[in-house]
Nanobody, 123 residues
Framework: QLVESGGGLVQPGGSLRLSCSAS????????VGWFRQAPGKEREAVSC????????YYKSSVKGRFTVSRDNAKNAVDLQMDNVAPEDAGVYYC??????????????????WGQGTQVTVSP
């Protein structure tokens, strides 16, 4: 089971830290991705990290602002969101995947999904 947390209301330019916590599996055995879905839009990959923490994918619009990292002690993968912009709003989901296409310019994952956490960006 995956559980996302850390979402909420943030002002433009502010920061949030999302966390994806796992139970029943060890996240360091999986590629993990953060995806988001805005109202009326398809779910899209935001950031992904491979098992060895050597390959990172970031959606172009979040590069330099978002950072994905593992916290193996907590069996979690975090997404640090800085300088948040209005277009970053949406429901953020994490996925632990064993079926992956992952490179620095592409992230396509299927696997175990969390239930999502809402990020709202508003002054």
């Amino acid at each position: 089971q995956l559980v996302e947390s850390g979402g909420g209301l943030v002002q433009p330019g502010g920061s949030l830290r999302l966390s994806c916590s796992a139970s029943g599996i060890s996240l360091d055995d999986f590629v993990v991705g953060w995806f988001r879905q805005a109202p009326g839009k398809e779910r899209e990959a935001v950031s992904c990290i491979n098992k060895g923490d050597t390959i990172f994918y970031y959606k172009s619009s979040v590069k330099g602002r978002f950072t994905v990292s593992r916290d193996n002690a907590k069996n979690a993968v975090d997404l640090q969101m800085d300088n948040v912009a209005p277009e970053d709003a949406g429901v953020y989901y994490c996925v632990a995947s064993s079926s992956t296409i992952l490179a620095t310019n592409v992230c396509i994952l299927e696997g175990l999904w969390g239930q999502g956490t809402q990020v709202t960006v508003s002054p």
